[in-house]
C-alpha cells in the first residue's frame, strides 16, 4: 500500500536535492574540478537523489499494486511500463488526504 504522506516528503526532498545539484551546476568547469570539497558534495547529492527517486519509485509502485522489493533497475523499467496508471494510484492514495494541488495528476487516457 503506497504511504502518500511519505511520499510527499520524499518529493520535497527531491525538490531540495535538485536545487543543491543546480547551485552546484552553476560552477565553472575549471572552479567544479579544483575543489575536491564540491566534487564529493556533487557526488552526494547524485547519490541521495538517486536513492530518493528510488523511494518515490517504490511507493508509486506500492500504490499500482505491485510488489517493491525489486532492483532498483527493475523498480524504474515497471514504472515505465505503467506510466499511464500512475495518475489513477495516485488519486486513489490521495483521496481524504489534504495535499498542494501544485501537481497534474492526469494520465495518458484524459484522466
Known amino acids: 500500500m503506497m504511504n502518500l504522506r511519505y511520499l510527499v516528503e520524499q518529493l520535497q526532498l527531491l525538490d531540495e536535492y535538485v536545487g543543491h545539484a543546480r547551485s552546484i551546476s552553476r560552477r565553472t568547469n575549471e572552479d567544479f574540478l579544483g575543489d575536491q570539497i564540491l566534487i ?52 486513489g492514495a490521495s483521496a481524504g488526504l489534504a495535499l498542494p494541488q501544485s501537481g497534474d495528476l492526469s494520465d495518458d487516457n484524459g484522466g
Open 40 to 91: 564529493d558534495a556533487a557526488i552526494r547529492e547524485l547519490t541521495v537523489l538517486f536513492e530518493t527517486s528510488h523511494n518515490v519509485a517504490k511507493q508509486l509502485i506500492a500504490g499500482l499494486g505491485c510488489r517493491t522489493d525489486q532492483s532498483k533497475a527493475k523498480a524504474f523499467e515497471i514504472l515505465a511500463e505503467n506510466k499511464g496508471s500512475l495518475g489513477w494510484a495516485l488519486r
